[in-house]
């Protein structure tokens, strides 16, 4: 069975500090794996996304890293901003619907994000 | 920029009450996914349609159906509410002509379901 597990759950950081939010994945096959940010009542961002061959990736202040041998990735948020508090998500995907409709996703539980003052 | 509305934000419904909770693109997207979204559980695809008419099931599609007619919409049918079906619901969309990107699946804002 495809998981996706994230650590921690829940995380509480003061701002400007630095963070790493972890991803372990068990999927087959694998094509790429995103995180996407899902702020308070609204609907998951993608940030990043990584194919095997890659293994980091930067948008702004969010580096994701992919460690396809040991299948983990990583998302470092630098100097944090009350705007980073969030819910994280890992997705993984493993590859197309038979059908062609789209990626079959497994998507991890997510990190809660409080950034404070 | 790509945008997935969802009719309601919030709804409240009886238990055994017919739900229709509806989803539209703009993108001309081909491909349309329903997920709920529950506290300690990753998202979970309930149905998903790769064009006009038609569907495929997903992880959990008990207790629903989907409607696809026409490109830009689509809708998730709760047959008979129930109150395990009290959820959020969030509706995406995406393309293989964007597959060079990783085929992104665009989210909508979701709408949270409380069923009484």
């Known amino acids: 069975k495809n998981q996706v597990e994230q650590s921690p759950q829940s995380l509480i950081i003061l701002e400007g500090k630095n963070c790493t939010l972890q991803?372990?994945?068990?999927?087959?096959?694998?094509?790429?794996l995103r995180w996407y940010k899902q702020d308070t009542g609204r609907g998951p961002v993608s940030l990043t996304i990584?194919?095997?061959?890659?293994n980091t990736k930067s948008n702004g202040r969010y580096t994701a890293t992919l460690d396809a041998d040991t299948k983990q990735s990583s998302l470092h948020i630098t100097a944090s901003q009350l705007s980073d508090s969030a819910s994280y998500i890992c997705?993984?995907?493993?590859?197309?619907?038979?059908?062609?409709?789209?990626?079959?996703?497994?998507f991890g539980t997510g990190t809660q994000l409080k950034v404070e003052l | 920029d790509v945008k997935v509305t969802q009719s309601s934000r919030y709804l409240v419904k009886r238990t055994g009450e017919k739900v229709f909770l509806e989803c539209v693109q703009d993108?001309?997207?081909?491909?349309m996914f329903w997920y709920r979204q529950d506290p300690g559980l990753g998202l979970r695809l309930i149905y998903f349609?790769?064009?006009?008419?038609?569907?495929e099931k997903g992880d959990i599609p008990e207790g629903y159906s989907v409607s696809r007619e026409k490109k830009e919409r689509f809708s998730l049918i709760l047959e008979s509410a129930s109150t395990n079906q009290t959820s959020m619901y969030l509706c995406?969309?995406?393309?293989?002509?964007?597959?060079?990107?990783?085929?992104?699946?665009?989210f909508g804002p979701g709408t949270r379901l409380l069923v009484l």
């Open positions: 995406a969309s995406s393309s293989p002509r964007l597959a060079g990107r990783g085929e992104t699946q665009y």
């Open positions: 991803c372990n994945y068990t999927v087959s096959p694998f094509s790429n």
């Open positions: 990584m194919t095997f061959s890659e």
């Open positions: 997705v993984v995907s493993a590859g197309r619907f038979p059908t062609g409709g789209g990626n079959k996703l497994t």
């Open positions: 993108m001309d997207h081909e491909n």
């Open positions: 349609s790769y064009d006009v008419k038609m569907k």
